[in-house]
């Protein structure tokens, strides 16, 4: 396997990004500089070039011999003096059918000029020009020459300086470029280090991966604590808020910098964050919720800075305590089987009073043969009384609810795990359950049905609950067993994460299979004996 290389530390990347920055910005000034001396250059060679050509072309001596047979004996002499006395490249004066008659190199006098760049000049217009020429690169000053007083054009003065190449002006000024430019670098090294060091102190040593890893790691504990946290610094504006305070509070995120008395108009937090005295488990109301509150300055060194709160919602924590134990399965029950009862009464009477007794009669053996078969069953196969009795409410419950609920016959249940007690066993299956009954609730009534099923083996127990519902949808099938999610609204989501929970407790799996044609749900639990059988307990 590969080594992974180590990251660069941020001071060096500040060093060498500011650095950087400085090199860069140097180098650009560097070459905006060379570029506005050389534009400087060539515009005072071209006015030296053009002040020497507008001189040719007043001397009467040229404008006589331009275009005259052996103007060129006349003419060059003349032009190969000024060229060495100004110290310019070349001087050509051509006519106007561009006919050289004087040239630095003597074999072009008499041959046409091809420089591209002259026909404005034959216009009779003068004007400068950057072009290459037969000496190499040069700025050209183009004037014409005319003869009767400035009416008649008769040639043109070219005048050439060479211009030096952008390398050797550079070369010309290496010096203070070099010293300009080791300046800006010296200064811009300080800089950077001295930066770079300020900000890593300021980071207490850290790398922002290390801060970034801190920070979640953070976070991800604040927003695991299952009670609600707020905190204000001393001008009591809201910094820290979890989840769990926001849900209490009915706020959201924008909830961070407002005054904790828009929030909360009774709160004691800012007196917290002004006398440094904590307050614990003080109960008071928010929004409708009973809560248990602890108070605490926050101190930074022997200042303090701030005040958080915490707080616990009594509400979840009932709510949580009754489904631990299982009493609200329990009171279910009881109720179902006390409403059932009274609706059997009431026909047994409404068929007396109609002299039905005939009727009356069998309706009693027939609810009295049902009871006592089912009854007769779950204590012949389900020795633990718990587990049967949550079996016995919940079938009963299904049939004030018209749900069809079938316990499959081959039913066992002899022994608990030896980690989870009864009332474990019990909110497993009546959560289960209750899930099922709610799935096929509103369906037609020949799809209002589930399946229960408790197996034993000398190993393990396999619970089975099956409904005939729509199914899971696909894209919340994975957090069925999450703790506070839930499809029927708030207050609910926490029965399925138990029963999570504890099969993960007892070492057991879940297996979860759903479709259009409903969602079978199997627990298997593994057990040791050695304890004897749950009768023996009860």
Excluded at 228 to 246: C, M, P
Excluded at 263 to 280: I, K, M, Q, S, W
Excluded at 328 to 354: C, D, P, W, Y
């Amino acid at each position: 396997m590969a080594r992974r290389a180590k990251p660069m530390r941020i001071q060096t990347k500040i060093t060498l990004l500011s650095f950087g920055l400085v090199f860069i910005a140097v180098l650009i000034g560097g070459t905006f500089l060379v570029e506005s001396f050389v534009r400087d250059t060539e515009a005072e060679i071209g006015a030296r070039a053009m002040a020497i050509a507008r001189t040719l072309a007043q001397m009467e001596e040229i404008q006589n011999a331009v275009g005259k047979p052996g103007g060129a004996e006349v003419i060059q002499p003349i032009a190969e003096r000024i060229r060495l006395a100004t110290n310019v490249e070349y001087i050509v004066i051509f006519d106007m059918q561009r006919i050289r008659y004087s040239h630095p190199v003597q074999q072009y006098i008499g041959q046409v000029f091809e420089g591209g760049d002259e026909y404005r000049a034959l216009a009779n217009h003068e004007y400068i020009s950057r072009a290459e020429g037969v000496l190499g690169p040069s700025v050209r000053a183009f004037v014409p020459i005319k003869t009767n007083e400035g009416t008649k054009q008769v040639g043109v003065v070219v005048v050439g300086i060479l211009t030096p190449t952008y390398y050797r002006m550079v070369f010309d000024v290496r010096m203070q470029l070099y010293l300009s430019l080791l300046a800006g670098l010296v200064v811009g090294l300080l800089g950077s280090v001295f930066l770079a060091r300020n900000i890593k102190r300021t980071m207490f040593n850290m790398e922002p991966e290390e801060i970034a890893r801190m920070l979640e790691e953070r976070a991800a504990v604040f927003q695991s604590i299952g009670e609600g946290i707020i905190a204000i610094d001393r001008e009591h504006r809201i910094t820290i808020v979890n989840d769990v305070a926001k849900r209490i509070l009915e706020v959201g995120d924008d909830v961070i910098g407002r005054p904790i008395h828009t929030v909360d108009p009774d709160t004691r937090l800012p007196h917290t964050a002004t006398t440094g005295t904590a307050e614990y488990d003080r109960e008071r109301i928010l929004n409708r919720t009973a809560v248990l509150v602890n108070r605490f300055p926050i101190m930074v060194g022997k200042e303090i800075v701030g005040a958080v709160a915490i707080f616990r919602d009594k509400t979840d924590m009932s709510k949580l305590a009754e489904e631990l134990t299982g009493v609200k399965k329990f009171i279910e029950a009881l109720r179902v089987q006390s409403h059932e009862h009274m609706n059997k009464m009431h026909t047994i009477a409404g068929l007396i009073q109609l002299k039905r007794y005939d009727q009356a009669l069998d309706y009693i053996f027939e609810v009295t043969e049902e009871q006592e078969e089912l009854t007769r069953f779950l204590s012949g196969r389900i020795k633990d009384y718990s587990v049967a009795g949550i079996l016995l409410g919940k079938y009963s419950r299904a049939k004030e609810l018209h749900i069809e609920m079938e316990i499959d016959r081959n039913s066992r249940l002899t022994t608990l795990p030896s980690n989870l007690d009864s009332n474990a066993m019990v909110l497993i299956l009546g959560n289960l359950l209750e899930n099922a009954m709610e799935e096929v609730q509103g369906l037609p009534a020949d799809r209002r049905k589930i399946r229960c099923a408790i197996m034993q083996d000398g190993t393990s127990i396999r619970i089975m609950v099956a409904d005939s519902g729509r199914g899971i949808l696909p894209e919340i099938r994975h957090r069925v067993f999450q703790r506070g999610f839930s499809t029927k609204g708030s207050g609910r989501g926490f029965g399925m994460s138990l029963v999570r929970e504890y099969v993960e407790m007892a070492g057991g799996t879940i297996t979860l299979q759903t479709g259009q044609d409903g969602t079978t749900v199997e627990i298997v639990l593994p057990v040791q004996f050695g304890g004897g059988e749950t009768d023996a307990v009860h």
